[in-house]
């Protein structure tokens, strides 16, 4: 969702230059907003305005020579003089009505302060529509009734609300030709949250109504704010004028997409804290994010990032070109520099990688693992799932149900999270299942760094490092070859990344007909090899003792393997490296885990295990352990007469209960 406004496409060298030539020889007018022609167009027939959109902000009113910004109250004034209508009474749910300026005695007698309330205080439905069916009646001036909050109007059941819109809209029905020939106007004006808020059937159709969106500033009405600030808050005392205006353009470029309100709170942030005009990005990002520290230019993460590459490969197991490409991605968004060959940079995320290659390598494991070196806290990491998001309608988890539809209240997940934790990693696992109306929202993501809810709320992802994996191109040839596979371990890294890039292209230009999601993403595709014997085997000893700690943390029992019983597992659990590092885990569990787990379950003492073969019968794996090859012995010995008793191997505790009662061992003194 998108905010409504004029084009900014204007760049840096494009307009601010020309710009800044231009104010050096002569002030330039500036063009006023497109809904200020709009709304006084529409005034020549329209008995009704719904004004929605960017509506508490303040807006140029006056050429550059003479800066002016005012509220909507006083444009709206401004705007309907010009339209000879000569008053403003203004309505709200809370406070009643009120002239925007000191009524006059004839005033007063069209409207008794018995009609319109002059105390403050809420007003009825009854009362409003009784004061517009008189304002709508006079004939001898022009009077405009503007409705403020108009979406909270209530009465006490909602057939007295739909009653209210049927008196209004019947009361102007008939009084339309007397007004259109006297020359009188008496609009009425509609201040809304959403354009939706008004009854359709009073809104839809309607030829004496007019809705009007109220746009943000584009870069010329924010490059004119910039340089009213200027004089508010004396930024002009120092620097040349030269430099100075190239702070106004960045000014200008970085707060696209905010208000003329923001823009303010913006230089009280420069003011408050003590920042020149040089810290102007540091400004609006404090503003943003609500947060004076940057993890991004903090000198341990520039010192973490240095020695990454180990810690990463201990880590990832047999990816060291993903890794490293990784890292140079990571130095480019550390060092800000993500985007500036577009001029744009300060609105992009931080960065944007993109994972590709087969299942089960690594993909999401390197995701978490750079959260962690970045933030210190995995859980700086907000992982969307998308094949959770393969119907249209689930867009709405991500940005929000629609008004009027259960769950509007709560806004959507990814808008939440990121204003919730804006300096985080954001991962969209597997996109090739997310819908295609999900890519239009990460579509504005990387090129915005923005991303607005159904509610209006806005969240910015120019601090954040946007992550997607995906397996496109590993799967893509013929069934009948190479079992349908368009890579093999046999292919070396050159191939695999050549063969993956080139799927991943396909796949955006030809499959989805979106290159400009493809351009976004740009050279940022990092591909992951499959595993290697060496890595698989690396990955299973990782695995394995991570087990045999959890089975010494949880229970007290130490698992030990002999090297038959080790070689014999390895070789049950990498032989097929298609499943990568999650297939290892998994025939771990089916191999070692399950029957370990059936094996504690069953004894009634736990002691500490040694296995000394693995064993599969009939599709079901048998772990043999050390007792049960004494077991075996003692009964083949049982069956020999006179045959001296088979010595039993002691246990851990055993051991520890022998020294316990003897002592230590004593070492003999040397001579």
């Not at 929605?52 to 705007?79: A, E, H, K």
């Not at 404090?286 to 973490?304: D, K």
């Not at 944007?352 to 933030?375: I, R, S, W, Y």
Request: charged share 25%; hydrophobic share 35%; aromatic share 8%.
């Amino acid at each position: 969702m998108q905010k409504a406004g004029r084009s900014d496409s204007a760049s840096l060298s494009d307009f601010l230059d020309p710009l800044t030539n231009e104010i050096s020889q002569t002030e330039p007018i500036h063009e006023p907003p497109a809904w200020f022609d709009e709304f006084s167009s529409a005034l020549s027939y329209a008995d009704h305005l719904v004004l929605s959109g960017n509506v508490r902000d303040i807006y140029p009113v006056n050429s550059p020579s003479n800066s002016s910004f005012c509220n909507l109250y006083d444009t709206l004034d401004r705007l309907l003089t010009t339209r000879r209508v000569e008053h403003m009474l203004i309505c709200d749910p809370v406070d009643g009505f009120r002239w925007s300026r000191i009524p006059s005695p004839e005033l007063k007698e069209v409207l008794p302060e018995t009609m319109t309330g002059q105390t403050s205080g809420a007003v009825s439905l009854g009362d409003l529509a009784a004061v517009h069916a008189r304002l709508i009646s006079e004939t001898d001036r022009s009077i405009a009734l503007i409705i403020d909050y108009a979406t909270h109007l209530h009465g006490t059941t909602p057939e007295e609300l739909e009653d209210f819109f049927v008196k209004v809209d019947k009361a102007s029905r008939l009084t339309h030709a007397l007004r259109h020939d006297t020359g009188h106007r008496t609009p009425t004006i509609w201040i809304v949250d959403h354009p939706a808020d008004l009854p359709d059937w009073f809104v839809v159709g309607n030829d004496y109504l007019r809705e009007v969106q109220v746009e943000y500033p584009n870069l010329e009405d924010r490059f004119l704010h910039a340089r009213h600030l200027m004089e508010v808050f004396a930024w002009d005392e120092d620097g040349s004028a030269q430099g100075l205006e190239r702070f106004l353009q960045q000014f200008a470029l970085e707060t696209e997409g905010d208000t003329l309100l923001s823009m303010r709170a913006i230089a009280d942030v420069m003011e408050d804290e003590g920042l020149g005009l040089d810290a102007i990005s540091e400004a609006v990002r404090i503003h943003r994010t609500g947060s004076r520290r940057n993890p991004w230019t903090s000198p341990v993460l520039f010192s973490r990032v240095r020695q990454a590459k180990s810690s990463l490969e201990e880590r990832i197991k047999g990816q060291p070109r993903a890794i490293e490409k990784t890292l140079d991605i990571l130095a480019r968004s550390i060092m800000g520099l993500s985007g500036a060959q577009s001029g744009t940079r300060h609105q992009n995320p931080r960065g944007v990688l993109f994972f590709a290659g087969p299942t089960g390598v690594g993909k999401t494991e390197l995701a978490k693992a750079v959260t962690d070196l970045l933030f210190g806290d995995e859980t700086a990491c907000h992982r969307f799932d998308m094949s959770e998001f393969m119907e249209e309608a689930s867009v709405t988890r991500l940005i929000g149900a629609p008004p009027g539809r259960p769950g509007h209240e709560r806004g959507g997940e990814l808008v939440n999270a990121a204003n919730r934790r804006p300096f985080s990693v954001f991962l969209f696992d597997e996109i090739e299942k997310a819908h295609p109306r999900i890519l239009d929202m990460f579509l504005q993501i990387l090129e915005d760094g923005r991303l607005t809810d159904s509610r209006g709320a806005t969240a910015h992802f120019s601090q954040a490092l946007i992550i997607f994996t995906s397996n496109i191109g590993v799967v893509g040839g013929a069934g009948a070859v190479n079992d349908g596979m368009n890579v093999l371990p046999s292919d070396s890294y050159d191939e695999l990344e050549e063969k993956i890039t080139r799927a991943v292209q396909d796949h955006f230009r030809k499959d989805l007909h979106r290159p400009e999601i493809l351009n976004r993403i740009g050279q940022n595709v990092v591909v992951f090899d499959f595993l290697s014997h060496e890595s698989a085997s690396l990955i299973f000893q990782s695995i394995l003792e991570r087990v045999r700690e959890t089975v010494n943390s949880q229970h007290g029992i130490r698992v030990e393997l002999e090297d038959k019983a080790y070689n014999e597992l390895k070789t049950l659990c990498i032989h097929d490296y298609f499943d990568g590092g999650r297939g290892i885990g998994n025939r771990i569990e089916t191999h070692f885990i399950n029957p370990l787990a059936r094996q504690l379950f069953d004894r009634t003492s736990l002691s500490d295990l040694r296995i000394t073969d693995v064993r599969t019968e009939m599709g079901k794996t048998r772990l043999i352990f050390r007792d049960q090859d004494v077991a075996v012995a003692q009964e083949r010995h049982n069956s020999v007469p006179n045959a001296p008793a088979v010595p039993r191997r002691l246990s851990h505790d055993d051991i520890i209960k022998i020294r316990e009662h003897h002592g230590p061992r004593r070492r003999p003194s040397s001579l």
